[in-house]
Each structure stands twice: as structure tokens, then as C-alpha cells.
């Protein structure tokens, strides 16, 4: 029996995320891997074309980042960050993200990734508020197509549908409104003359009145929807979504869970827009994957009230590992390093070849409805161009790619994905390129 048949065989006892029987029969089993490619156990080489799932910022074997971890763990592997203690390595990372991603936001909660960072984002509403006097501010709207974890509450704040049959009910409190989706933005939602992006927003607005402004605590959004599509918005949405949030007394959080510390060529996405949220989800990218880690980042506002609290009321919220010694010390490593590279950048620069690439590819391919991207982070999707109707191919692409040494995922049944490393060059872009028209040839030859 070969060594392959064996390890599947044995990968039957893990209980895979988003686990059904069916795609665990032959998955690849990946045993190391170098730059942005990564090689399995039967020695084939691939490219990692969503630089793990978005967050392997640096590549593969980064031996810094190993060191890291490593000097950590010979000094201080672990220990409480409840208070009364802390410790060096969460005390310096905290100071160097203060005022970082946003002036405003120089408080930080550390957690192990993004659903926690939500769910935690999620109770510093309700405690704002309720400190505020205001205890029924806790409805949170978000959007279709958005993703910010599977955990009960983010889960009931995720807006995909498929996340949700078999583990109901939600979490009530819950809604959601359309996205900012220019190729897929439903005509008879938008008035004359108006635009994407202040459709979008106004929805927003009409939500809030709705539900009633006295009952919404708090408005999520990723600043570029990753695993809802990679859906761009118009330049328009996002100040306009700021100044719906002001005007009604509802609090701003912007998911960067995917978007953070790179990724889009800003080093935090609203920056483009001009845009600050008053609570901030992060996680990837802070450690390129390394080690889990995530947290939340809160405005002056915000911590003012948490810090003036009695005892009796304070910011009852834990997790055993917030703040853990060698994920923070991998992450101050992590930051050093994007820095020093400028990642952000190079995600600048070769995301626009990127994504001119694929625009090529969609002239050439009349299945490819919709081509969009921001930064090293783009899709392209398979439709009617007209009437938007599914092309039902996207499997098949992304087989053909696989055969070919690239690597990455179709969301939904039409929408490839692409979100490489941020330390990509010019000439793997090329071959990613090349290999989607080849894949794209045979498919629909």
C-alpha cells in the first residue's frame, strides 16, 4: 500500500471544515512549501493562487517568522493575558498597532482569529451601548455576500445562505441588506439616475429606519468581500455608509479580516475611501498565517467608556489565549517584515497586472461576464454578460488550472478567486495568467 493511500486513509478520522465524506475521498495532502508555492507528499508543485485562505501574506518557509516562533517559545511559550497580567511580546504589538491601521483606533483586544474577533466586536456593541444607556442598541445589519465567520453570532451576521440550514436557528437580531455588487446590483433597487455605491448605501439607511434607529447597535462590512465573491465597491459607498452610521447613532465596524495589512495595496482597505469604522476586526495577515491569531482595535470613544465602567460592569469578555506570547511575537516579526518589503505596494503594482490580465482574458472569453479586483486580490466570473445568467463552469476552470500547477478555490459555482501572496513577482503573475487562458481554452473549446 502506498504511502499516499495510507495518509487518506487516515485523513478519514478528521472531521474537515465545511466536512462532507464526498470531498474528502482524494484531497491533496501538502507537505511543505516555499515562496508562494506548495508542494504535496506525492512531490507536485503548486501554486498557491489564495495564498492559503487569504492570509499567507509572505509565502511559504519564511524562516524569520520560524525563528520567531521558536525564541518565543524557548523563553515564554505561553501565559495569561487576563488582568493582573501581561506580557512583552502582546505589549509591543499592541503599542505598534495603536494608531496604525487608523488615528482613531490605538486600543487593541487580541484574539485567535476572525470569528472571534467578531464575535468580540459584537459584545463591545452591546456593552457600549448599554453603558451609554441605551441596552436595546443591539441589532447589527450586514450584507449579502458577506462572510465574517461561522461561530453562532458571526455566522447570523455572514450573509450566505449556505452557511445556515443545518445549524438553526440564528442568532436573532440579525439582518442583512444588498451589497455594493455592481454586475449583480438588482436594477429595480437602484432610483433614476442613481448610482451603485448610494443605492447600496441608502439601503443601509432604510434598514436602519426600518428596524429603528433606537434598536441598531451596530453596521459590519468588509471593505472588499472576499468569500462572498471579491466584490469591489463603488468609490461612493463607503463615505456614504460613514455618514448613515453618524447620522443615526450606529457604530461602524469594518471586518479586515481579509483585507488587513496589505492585501488590497493600502495597508488597511477603507483608507481608500477615505473612511475610518469605530471598531476594526482583524486576523491573517498579522501573522501571515503562522500562527492564529486575531483581535479587534476600538476607538478612543469606545475604550473611554469600557475603562470608566464600575467594576460591577466591566468588559466581562476572555479567551484563554488573547494575547498569547508566541503569536504575538510571530506577528511583531510578521509586521516587521511587511514593512520592510512594502508588500503593500507590490499588492498595488502586480494586482494591477493582475487584474489587466484577467480583463484581457474576459475580451477574449465571452464566458467570463464580470472580471474585478483590488490589490492582489481579484475573481473572475462566469456568466451571461447580458442577462447574468451562471455559466455553470467554474469546477471545470478550476480542475483545468489544477492540472496545470495552480491552486485556488471557485466560490459559489462561478466565481474564481485569486488572492496570492503579497511577495508574488511579476513573472509568477505571468504564469498564473498563462495558465488560467489555458485552462480557460480547454474548457471551453
Not at 105 to 132: D, H, I, M, P, Q
Not at 360 to 387: N, Q, Y
Amino acid at each position: 500500500m502506498s504511502a499516499p493511500t495510507q495518509l487518506l486513509e487516515k485523513d478519514q478520522h478528521l472531521l474537515h471544515p465545511l466536512h462532507h465524506p464526498s470531498t474528502t475521498q482524494a484531497p491533496l495532502i501538502f507537505e511543505s512549501g516555499h515562496g508562494i508555492w506548495l508542494k504535496t507528499v506525492e512531490g507536485k508543485e503548486y501554486i498557491d493562487g489564495l495564498a492559503g485562505l487569504w492570509n499567507v501574506l509572505l509565502g511559504h518557509g519564511n524562516l524569520e517568522l520560524a525563528d520567531a516562533a521558536r525564541d518565543q517559545i524557548a523563553t515564554l511559550a505561553y501565559c495569561s493575558s487576563y488582568a493582573g497580567s501581561s506580557n512583552l511580546p502582546a505589549i509591543e504589538l499592541a503599542d505598534r498597532l495603536a494608531g496604525f491601521a487608523y488615528p482613531d483606533l490605538n486600543t487593541t483586544f487580541f484574539t485567535s482569529g476572525g470569528a472571534e474577533s467578531n464575535e468580540s466586536a459584537f459584545k463591545t456593541v452591546r456593552f457600549y451601548w448599554k453603558r451609554l444607556g441605551k441596552p436595546n442598541k443591539t441589532k447589527v445589519i450586514s450584507r449579502q455576500n458577506a462572510y465574517h465567520g461561522i461561530t453562532l453570532a458571526a455566522m447570523s451576521a455572514t450573509g450566505m445562505s449556505v452557511y445556515w440550514p443545518m445549524f438553526e436557528p440564528r442568532v436573532p437580531g440579525f439582518s442583512h441588506i444588498p451589497a455594493p455588487y455592481p454586475f449583480r446590483f438588482p436594477a429595480d433597487q437602484r432610483r433614476e439616475g442613481e448610482s451603485v455605491g448610494l443605492a447600496a448605501a441608502r439601503a443601509l439607511e432604510e434598514a436602519i429606519i426600518r428596524e429603528g434607529p433606537d434598536t441598531v447597535g451596530a453596521f459590519i462590512a468588509e471593505p472588499v468581500q472576499g468569500a462572498g465573491g471579491v466584490i469591489v465597491p463603488p468609490d461612493d459607498y463607503f463615505p456614504a455608509i460613514r455618514a448613515i452610521c453618524d447620522k443615526y447613532e450606529v457604530l461602524f465596524i469594518a471586518d479586515e479580516v481579509i483585507t488587513g495589512f496589505g492585501r488590497t495595496g493600502d495597508w488597511f482597505a477603507l483608507k481608500r475611501w477615505g473612511v475610518a469604522p469605530d471598531i476594526m476586526s482583524f486576523a491573517k495577515g498579522i501573522t501571515s498565517g503562522y500562527q492564529p491569531l486575531g483581535g479587534i482595535q476600538i476607538s478612543d470613544a469606545i475604550r473611554e467608556v469600557i475603562n470608566n465602567a464600575p467594576p460591577t460592569e466591566r468588559w466581562m469578555h476572555a479567551y484563554t489565549y488573547s494575547g498569547h506570547p508566541t503569536c504575538c511575537a510571530v506577528a511583531n516579526k510578521n509586521m516587521d517584515i511587511l514593512l520592510r518589503l512594502d508588500v503593500a505596494g507590490n499588492a498595488r503594482v502586480l494586482g494591477k497586472r493582475l487584474l489587466d490580465g484577467l480583463q484581457a482574458l474576459e475580451a477574449e472569453f465571452d464566458v467570463i461576464g464580470d472580471t474585478r479586483g483590488l490589490g492582489l486580490m481579484a475573481a473572475i466570473e462566469f456568466a451571461d454578460r447580458e442577462t447574468k445568467q451562471p455559466a455553470q463552469i467554474g469546477e471545470k476552470v478550476r480542475k483545468a488550472c489544477l492540472q496545470r500547477g495552480l491552486f485556488t478555490r471557485v466560490i459559489g459555482s462561478d466565481i474564481l478567486a485569486f488572492a496570492p501572496p503579497l511577495i508574488i513577482s511579476a513573472e509568477e503573475i505571468n504564469l498564473i495568467l498563462q495558465i488560467v487562458g489555458e485552462a480557460l481554452a480547454e474548457t471551453t473549446k
